[in-house]
């Protein structure tokens, strides 16, 4: 559904992103790890179109996305890193801008909101102003609203930050419902956790560069346990990505 | 260009506008609070008004004849508020700013102002004491004052009991005299006869009793020049358009403001995610900023016209023109402020000052004509100067369309300018 090639993202002098490439299948959510500075969020942002690659491509569908107006960009839901909602006006008010942007509108646009309040369980909230909502409630609304137009492609940059384990593990009902409907899903994260229990596959960048890209399984395999016991993840992580600090 | 985006980003962004309460009071009451207060203060006097007195003090130490007439004169001066403390009174009135002057008539001055007026003897003094932050009081009060001592010398001189002792004085000592020339002896004898004829002729009835003097010799008629006739100035039309204009630039100045604080809040990644052009993000502001621009307008004139009776005595096309095209240019200055603002912090000193500054060149607080000349077309480059003259040229000069058609262009010029300015600046990779 979604394949990466080949991208490339510089900062002047600094390398962010260099000849990344993976692809994320429909059913099917990949967990993007990787230290602070890694790269995850500047390529999570050129598959959104956020940023413009030096080099390579996204496929969305086998075909290469273009451009700010592209429509396959309707294929593709963000849910940022940022609460990325308006506090001062309400849930519904929220969506309904935010559905607008995909061009939907009257009794779709109602559907949609509908849809995307119960998957989150905010529908009875949905006249609230957002600046009375609690984190969790606004985690929640910020997956509604990149859910609303109905994207074959989920982008999510560390969508629990700061959330209650009971938010938490309501928006991990929603992703596993989600994948469950054939969504391909793209999640970048801090929290091995979370990528234990959710991720068909794992991509561990760093410097910018994919250095592995297996199942939880396999990449748990190349790093053998003292008495053959199997290592966390957070183990292969800091194996593979060194303990340096990365502030 | 996609319909739905637009309007629902016109529509979100009214919305927020509208949900602070704060920015509403700031943009719509807090400018017809101002545009009241300055417009009492330049309105001028009205139809019915009496002018704003000036206030001075007289201490008349020589109480005669001549220095009654002119505390008299003074007194019935309609510019002049006149009181008649002692002079310690009238020195700490001027020096608290209560007074803007003090004129003391020293004793003797009736007898000497007579005999210098006609050349002969020392001029004696006034005094004058005054606010030195008045010279402009303290200069129409010298040309008030003379007027009244010319009067009161000369209707004393011509036809009052001491100009008639001055000539029988006089006479013996001009015929007595060895220096004035026989040539000039005979004529200034000849002179004061004749005037001693006047004096001593009885009053005719019906006649004045008492000679008049010197007066002014002419009576100012003064019309004021607006391009209809009988329109009287309201200074309401030009306090409630600075106030307006001042006030929906910094709506939009915020509204630049707030745009990056959306892409602080990661907004933006919304919005550029979303399969909408650069060109319609940028519109849809652009957009709902000009509304709100223009209902800031819209609600500071109805304001002006219900309760201070403005009305836009030239032509309401050209009005609503120089409306929609401040209100096109303040927008796309808040577009501006977005893609040159660093931070929202940064961004809100740097405005607010770029905001006052355009409003004092451009004539919103004081009216342009009293800069310096060079100022005045310094301030060509100002679109704040184009809005208010364009405003002020269809509210209270009266003036048609053709009057307020340069003001539209030049606005929508800034407004293309602005606008280009912002979309090539403006960030748009989001990180």
Redesign the interface.
């Known amino acids: 559904m979604l394949t990466i090639n080949h991208l490339r993202k510089s900062?002047g002098s600094l390398v962010a992103v260099d000849d990344v490439s993976f692809s994320v299948e429909r059913g099917q959510l990949i967990g993007l790890l990787g230290p602070n500075g890694a790269g995850k969020?500047?390529t999570v942002?050129m598959v959104?179109?956020?940023?413009?690659a030096d080099k390579g491509e996204v496929l969305v569908g086998g075909a290469a996305l273009q451009g700010?107006?592209?429509?396959k960009?309707?294929k593709?839901g963000?849910v940022?890193?940022?609460?990325?909602?308006?506090d001062?006006?309400s849930a519904r008010?929220n969506l309904?801008?935010?559905g607008?942007?995909?061009?939907?509108?009257g009794a779709a646009l109602d559907k949609a909101m509908a849809a995307a309040l119960q998957l989150v369980g905010l529908a009875d909230r949905e006249r609230d102003l957002v600046k009375t909502f609690s984190g969790g409630m606004k985690r929640r609304l910020n997956l509604a609203?990149g859910l609303l137009h109905d994207p074959d492609i989920l982008l999510l940059d560390e969508p629990t930050v700061g959330v209650d384990p009971q938010s938490r593990n309501a928006i991990f009902d929603n992703l596993e419902e989600l994948k469950r409907r054939g969504k391909a899903l793209l999640y970048t994260t801090h929290y091995m956790e979370e990528v234990e229990r959710l991720a068909d596959r794992i991509i561990v960048i760093d410097h910018g560069k994919v250095i592995a890209d297996d199942t939880l399984s396999g990449l748990q395999a190349r790093t053998p346990g003292l008495g053959g016991e199997r290592v966390t993840l957070e183990s292969v992580f800091l194996t593979l990505t060194g303990r340096s600090l990365r502030d | 260009m996609?319909v739905?985006?637009l309007?629902?980003?016109i529509?979100?962004d009214l919305?927020?506008f509208f949900?602070?309460r704060r920015s509403v009071i700031v943009s719509f009451v807090v400018p017809i609070a101002i545009g009241a207060f300055f417009g009492s203060i330049f309105s001028g006097p009205g139809s019915n008004a009496e002018p704003a007195k000036i206030a001075i003090a007289v201490i008349d130490q020589d109480a005669s004849l001549i220095s009654k007439a002119i505390v008299a004169g003074l007194q019935s001066d309609r510019n002049l508020k006149v009181a008649t403390p002692t002079e310690a009174e009238a020195r700490d009135a001027v020096k608290r700013g209560r007074t803007a002057v003090g004129v003391i008539i020293p004793k003797d001055f009736g007898d000497a102002a007579g005999k210098a007026f006609f050349g002969d003897g020392a001029k004696p003094d006034v005094n004058l004491v005054y606010d030195p932050s008045r010279n402009t009081e303290l200069a129409m009060v010298r040309g008030i004052m003379t007027q009244h001592i010319m009067e009161a010398v000369s209707r004393e001189m011509f036809g009052g009991a001491m100009g008639k002792q001055y000539v029988e004085k006089s006479l013996p000592g001009i015929k007595a005299s060895k220096t004035i020339p026989d040539a000039q002896k005979q004529v200034l004898v000849q002179m004061l006869r004749s005037i001693q004829t006047v004096y001593n002729q009885p009053a005719a009835s019906g006649a004045s009793p008492r000679p008049q003097g010197l007066t002014m010799p002419y009576h100012v008629h003064e019309e004021a020049m607006t391009a209809g006739s009988n329109i009287a100035y309201n200074g309401y039309a030009h306090s409630f358009a600075g106030m307006g204009i001042q006030f929906l630039l910094f709506a939009m100045a915020n509204l630049g403001i707030e745009m990056l604080l959306e892409r602080q809040?990661?907004?933006w990644?919304?919005?550029?995610?979303?399969?909408?052009?650069?060109f319609t993000l940028l519109t849809g502001k652009a957009a709902s900023g000009s509304i709100l621009s223009f209902l800031i307008l819209a609600v500071c004139f109805a304001f002006a016209m219900v309760v201070f009776k403005v009305r836009i005595q030239g032509s309401v096309v050209g009005f609503l023109g120089v409306c929609v095209a401040c209100s096109m240019m303040a927008s796309s200055f808040g577009l501006l402020v977005a893609a040159l603002g660093n931070s929202p912090a940064t961004a809100r000193g740097v405005t607010t000052l770029a905001v006052l500054m355009m409003v004092m060149l451009g004539g919103a607080w004081v009216p342009t004509f009293i800069f310096p000349a060079w100022l005045q077309q310094f301030t060509l480059i100002v679109p704040v100067r184009w809005a208010v003259d364009g405003l002020d040229a269809t509210t209270w000069r009266g003036v048609g369309l053709t009057g307020a058609l340069a003001p539209i262009g030049v606005l929508l010029g800034f407004a293309a300018a602005f606008g280009a300015l912002a979309a090539n600046r403006f960030k748009w990779?989001?990180?």
């Not at chain 1, 959104?48 to 413009?52: E, F, N, P, R, V």
């Not at chain 1, 700010?68 to 429509?71: E, G, I, R």
């Not at chain 2, 990644?269 to 650069?278: E, M, Q």
């Open positions: 900062f969020t500047t942002s959104a179109g956020l940023l413009t700010d107006t592209d429509p960009k309707r593709i963000l940022p890193q940022d609460l990325a909602l308006y001062e006006l008010a309904r801008f935010f607008a942007l995909y061009d939907l509108s609203a | 996609p739905i985006p309007l629902a980003m529509r979100k919305l927020l949900s602070d809040r990661g907004l990644k919304r919005l550029r995610s979303a399969p909408v052009s650069r990779e989001e990180a």
